[in-house]
T-cell receptor, first 113, second 115 residues
Framework: DQQVKQNSPSLSVQEGRISILNCDYT??????FLWYKKYPAEGPTFLIS?????DKNEDGRFTVFLNKSAKHLSLHIVPSQPGDSAVYFC????????????FGQGTRLTINP | KAGVTQTPRYLIKTRGQQVTLSCSPI?????VSWYQQTPGQGLQFLFE???????NKGNFPGRFSGRQFSNSRSEMNVSTLELGDSALYLC??????????????FGPGTRLLVL
């Protein structure tokens, strides 16, 4: 039962353009969503998060959009840079205080010069 | 501020053995969570410890256990290792002030290979 899904295993974008990574979820109890970036042989690095009471959160080149009715979130990276090439995971947690994250399968983003 | 540290970084064991992995959280963080990453299953939650108590557990067999010490450091143990336990084991820490959504910060992981 995959509660968080990232349907695109990979994405290739030209440097300077916008990268859009998508994530869908099925559990309506999720109230907090995060995006992590992961390089090989390293742990995931936190990028940006959003609470279910918001529909947008921005941090520099990174913006996360949340559409609760569609149970969909997306991460926009503008402009894309070569250093953004990595695997991106979306994660979600359920209200209740426990620090359990449910992760998607990840999307490998490649930025082409 | 130092990040989350995990030791050892790499480990090779044989089937039937047991293994203990260690995690030191960011200073001041009180919650430690463990995750298993495999190519087939992705990142899966193992358990979370707060104030030396396990307060959440994922769907893993009893061979997987853990504990947390009074200084918030945590250990994870896997007994009777199976080939399928080969994975990257990640530890994450958070402040755990309670009641609010908090960001978890991950360590570099321990790569376990079971032969």
């Amino acid at each position: 039962d995959q509660q968080v899904k990232q349907n695109s295993p990979s994405l290739s974008v030209q440097e300077g353009r916008i990268s859009i990574l998508n994530c869908d979820y099925t559990n309506s109890m999720f109230d907090y969503f995060l995006w992590y970036k992961k390089y090989p042989a390293e742990g995931p690095t936190f990028l940006i998060s959003i609470s279910s009471i918001k529909d947008k959160n921005e941090d520099g080149r990174f913006t996360v959009f949340l559409n609760k009715s569609a149970k969909h979130l997306s991460l926009h990276i503008v402009p894309s840079q070569p250093g953004d090439s990595a695997v991106y995971f979306c994660a979600a947690s359920v209200e209740g205080g426990a620090q359990k994250l449910v992760f998607g399968q990840g999307t490998r983003l490649t930025i082409n010069p | 501020k130092a990040g989350v540290t995990q030791t050892p970084r790499y480990l090779i064991k044989t089937r039937g053995q047991q293994v203990t992995l260690s995690c030191s959280p960011i200073s001041g963080h009180r919650s430690v969570s463990w995750y298993q990453q495999t190519p087939g299953q992705g990142l899966q939650f193992l358990f979370e410890y707060f104030s030396e108590t396990q307060r959440n557990k994922g769907n893993f067999p009893g061979r997987f256990s853990g504990r947390q010490f009074s200084n918030s450091r945590s250990e994870m143990n896997v007994s009777t290792l199976e080939l399928g336990d080969s994975a990257l084991y990640l530890c994450a820490s958070s402040l755990a002030l309670g009641g609010t959504r908090e960001t978890q910060y991950f360590g570099p992981g321990t790569r376990l290979l079971v032969l």
